[in-house]
């Protein structure tokens, strides 16, 4: 079945530090694989996608790349700003059931 | 400018009764989601739509009933059936991938919380 894992919260960095947050996923046939985000409060907006092996999805200084040969979607910044603190979701689209798996999320909380 | 809307944002309940939660989307997608989202955890999807006058169950549907009379509505009915109704609901809704070209993204309302009296 298809199923996406992501590395567990919180995580606390200063201010520019570089940002990793591992996402491997499991799926049959070929997804699509996305990165949201989510503010406190709010709902989830989309912050980059990939259709296809090799594929580098960007946004806002995020960057992630389509890994098949891993099965991974890792998201990193080089810098990341006070504002970036949210909680981070991968997930993965299956074109054939047209459903979403997501991750459990990961709390990302950046101090000045 | 196209979007989804949840209302209310906030709404409360009392031991028994129904509540129905409403989610409408502008956006012309054939596809609505709903999620629930309990603190510190991913979300798990109740039901969802993929064209109008049909639904199916996802993971936790227990407890909750959907209408999609119509292609921009699809709201949610949180019944006294539902034991632990407390969360944080999502909606969300995409083109079907199956009729798109490329990756279709879902997109999310700002959601609803949900608390018991």
């Known amino acids: 079945g298809n199923s996406v894992t992501q590395m567990e919260g919180p995580v606390t960095l200063s201010e520019e530090a570089f940002l990793t947050i591992n996402c491997t996923y499991t799926?049959?046939?070929?997804?699509?694989l996305f990165w949201y985000v989510q503010y406190p409060g709010e709902g989830l907006q989309l912050l980059l996608k990939a259709t296809k092996a090799d594929d580098k999805g960007s946004n806002k200084g995020f960057e992630a790349t389509y890994r098949k040969e891993t099965t991974s979607f890792h998201l990193e910044k080089g810098s990341v700003q006070v504002s970036d603190s949210a909680v981070y979701f991968c997930a993965l689209s299956d074109r054939a059931g047209n459903q979403f798996y997501f991750g459990t999320g990961t709390s990302l909380t950046v101090i000045p | 400018d196209g979007g989804i809307t949840q209302s209310p944002k906030y709404l409360f309940r009392k031991e028994g009764q129904n509540v129905t939660l409403s989610c409408e989307q502008n956006l012309n997608h054939d596809a609505m989601y709903w999620y629930r989202q309990d603190p510190g955890q991913g979300l798990r999807l109740i039901y969802y739509?993929?064209?109008?006058?049909?639904?199916q169950k996802g993971d936790i549907a227990e407890g909750y009933s959907v209408s999609r009379e119509k292609k921009e509505s699809f709201p949610l009915t949180v019944t006294s059936a539902q034991k632990n109704p407390t969360a944080f609901y999502l909606c969300?809704?995409?083109?079907?991938?199956?009729?798109?070209?490329?990756?279709?993204?879902?997109?999310f309302g700002d959601g609803t919380r949900l608390s018991i009296l």
């Open positions: 969300a809704s995409s083109i079907d991938e199956r009729d798109a070209l490329g990756n279709q993204p879902q997109h």
């Open positions: 799926a049959t046939g070929y997804p699509s």
């Open positions: 739509s993929q064209i109008v006058n049909d639904f």
